[in-house]
């Protein structure tokens, strides 16, 4: 049975609020600036895409990821009409690394910190009422994790609806890890580039509300989930598997019953990171053959950076945005695509261009290889 999304929040380095962000993603605004959370001088990256909430640079304060969440939550529930009162609808998050800053902060700074607050359910109740709250840190692809998870309590009739989320924040550890295995540090995101040299992270949350279809449901729909996939390869801690991104598209695809000719728009993961890129377009190319020229491409995180756990999510929170208006964000940044990816009908103009867009394909990758791939369609179709 159709599942249909009838609400959405989202908060970003680029704006606050669904349709902010969308519109500062189609103008081809960055969210990037220098390093506002912590000393960049024990860094060779100086930059990210950080919500600049704090009192001051430099100065930071804990508990900044949930507060997003619960806007981004606020924000999907009011629209779909749920208001304030959750108790009893189901909440899933997906994230990467839970309120982690907050724990750098409470042992570096000694700054309190309740570690109950880790999972955010306890900030979930306190806001909502919602008493079934479940957490899933899931590396970069959780929030899909969780969209699955959800869409299979709406099949099984388990639920009638379901509020799904991701969130991440920045943190000191992550960053210093990345910046390590970067050869050269970046200073941006530059997805599917040649001259592309790793990943930058950045804040942000994402929500939908997933309703089942049923007879007489009220319109406005912002679109429709036709299917999810997500496997885990586990091939290796950091380097992807095309073929294990292959077999996910391919599934995504299988259970929406579509081809691949017959998708009209494709949010790239695009970290641009030398192996994930590669392998991402590798897969891309197999799965979608002599098709693979017909659906625009984009990958927002060259505006975004990496919002790890909420990504998935808010990639696929803008393709429902452009499929109802034919709007798609630019990927900033690519001028040269790399060899894997040179087939691609990259979206690369900023501006308002109009295109007739009915099915989108999301994907969502993570470490460990942990894949996700979403297939969303209009919904008047």
């Not at 969130?167 to 992550?174: A, C, I, K, P, R």
């Not at 994930?276 to 377009?281: R, Y």
């Not at 994907?363 to 969303?376: K, L, P, S």
Request: proline share 5%; charged share 25%.
């Amino acid at each position: 049975m159709s599942q249909l999304v009838t609400g959405a929040g989202a908060v970003a380095s680029v704006g606050e609020g669904v349709d902010e962000v969308f519109r500062a993603l189609c103008a081809g605004t960055s969210g990037l600036n220098p390093l506002r959370g912590f000393d960049p001088e024990r860094y060779r990256a100086r930059h990210a895409y950080e919500i600049d909430d704090r009192p001051a640079p430099g100065h930071d304060i804990p508990g900044r990821a949930t507060e997003w969440l619960l806007r981004a939550v606020g924000e999907a529930a009011a629209q779909a009409g749920l208001g304030e009162d959750l108790s009893e609808v189901p909440v899933l998050v997906g994230t990467g690394l839970r309120e982690l800053r907050s724990a750098e902060l409470a042992w570096r700074d000694g700054i309190p910190f309740d570690a109950g607050r880790l999972h955010f359910g306890t900030a979930l109740r306190r806001r909502f009422g919602a008493v079934r709250t479940h957490t899933f840190a899931g590396a970069c692809s959780a929030s899909l994790y969780a969209l699955a998870l959800s869409s299979d309590l709406l099949a099984g009739g388990a639920e009638d609806t379901v509020v799904v989320a991701g969130v991440d924040t920045l943190t000191e550890s992550m960053y210093g890890l990345l910046d390590r295995v970067n050869a050269e540090p970046p200073d941006r995101v530059r997805p599917f580039d040649r001259s592309r040299r790793g990943v930058l992270m950045g804040d942000g949350a994402a929500a939908v509300v997933l309703r089942r279809e049923e007879p007489g449901t009220r319109p406005g729909a912002l679109g429709r989930l036709r299917a999810v996939s997500m496997n885990c390869d586990a091939r290796h801690v950091t380097a992807p598997d095309a073929q294990g991104i292959a077999r996910a598209v391919h599934e995504a695809q299988w259970r929406a019953g579509v081809k691949p000719g017959d998708i009209d728009l494709l949010l790239l993961h695009g970290t641009g990171t030398q192996l994930n890129d590669t392998a991402e377009a590798t897969a891309i190319a197999e799965v979608f053959g002599p098709d693979v020229r017909r659906p625009l491409m984009t990958a927002i995180k060259s505006m975004t950076g990496h919002t790890s756990g909420g990504s998935g999510l808010l990639s696929l929170i803008v393709a429902l945005k452009s499929l109802a208006s034919g709007r798609v964000p630019p990927t900033l940044g690519l001028t040269d695509p790399l060899p894997e990816a040179a087939a691609f009908r990259f979206v690369r103009e900023r501006g308002d261009g109009q295109a007739d867009l009915c099915v989108a394909q999301i994907d969502a990758f993570g470490f460990g290889g942990v894949n996700a791939v979403a297939i969303v369609e209009r919904a008047d179709r």
